[in-house]
């Protein structure tokens, strides 16, 4: 059984698709990457996952249990963890507090998730103080501060240098590999996704046009003609 599963998900905004029939299969432990172009409903397959969003139709399991339509904090609460690709920390209460929001006042897992992130040395300042990259960091505590067994990630690489972006890298692997969670990243910068994801899905104007490993999906011409272009390129 796969951990998170989508059959025909789909998703009308009015008369817009953002969403059309996307299925999906993510195993326990993989790291998958999900990329496309803007507006191709990369965030609202997020949204439906987490609850933020209920699918038009279509269903969503998460191991086996049909979560379709549940609430956010439901589906939380059973172990799917996110950021949002506006981190939006609250400015005024401290790295630790922002932790907690997410372990219902559970001091130390909020504590052990800020630790994760390497942002221990800052947990009693304020979350509007710390740099861009801290405030990702923080977002991807808040996302483990609810002991999930995947997390969605939303363009978490977006704007960050390139030794951030492999310090980052380092971290996404890190979770994985050490933590035992699955996850399930969204992002445009390739150097980023493309090195660290085993499998990638390509959506495209809401449908899903192909998967595989990023060499694979990287050397598809569809892949190149709606998305990647000529210039990127995997040895
Ligand atoms: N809440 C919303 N209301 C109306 N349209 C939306 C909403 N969210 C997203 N859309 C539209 O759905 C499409 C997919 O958006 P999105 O999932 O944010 O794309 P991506 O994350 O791949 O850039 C876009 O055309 C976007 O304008
Ligand atoms: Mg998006």
Redesign the pocket.
């Known amino acids: 059984m796969p951990l998170l599963e989508g059959k025909g998900v789909t998703k009308y905004?009015?008369g817009?698709a953002?969403l059309k029939d996307v299925d999906f299969e993510i195993e326990e432990g993989e790291i998958v990457g999900l990329i496309?172009?803007?507006?191709?409903?990369?965030?609202?397959?997020l949204?439906c996952i987490s609850g933020v969003?209920v699918p038009t139709s279509g269903r969503i399991y998460f191991l086996g249990q049909d979560i379709t339509g549940l609430k956010p904090h439901k589906i939380c609460k059973l172990g799917i963890g996110r950021t949002f690709?506006i981190p939006r920390p609250f400015m005024n209460m401290t790295v630790l507090e922002n932790a907690m929001v997410c372990t219902d006042g559970d001091r130390e897992r909020a504590l052990e998730a800020v630790r994760h992130v390497n942002l221990e040395e800052k947990i009693n300042v304020l979350a509007k103080t710390l740099t861009f990259h801290e405030r990702r960091r923080l977002e991807i505590a808040r996302a483990l501060a609810v002991n999930p067994k995947i997390i969605l990630l939303d363009e978490v690489a977006a704007g960050l240098n390139p030794k951030e972006i492999v310090e980052f890298t380092g971290l996404i692997r890190k979770i994985r590999d050490e933590l035992g969670i699955t996850i399930l990243w969204?992002e445009h910068v390739m150097k980023a996704i493309m090195t660290t994801a085993e499998r990638i899905i390509v959506?495209n104007k809401?449908t899903k046009i192909t998967e595989g490993t990023p060499k694979e999906v990287a050397e598809n011409p569809e892949v190149i003609e709606a998305y990647l272009g000529e210039e990127y390129k995997i040895d």
């Open positions: 905004f009015g817009l953002a496309g172009p803007n507006g191709s409903g990369k965030t609202t397959l949204n969003l690709q969204v959506l809401g």
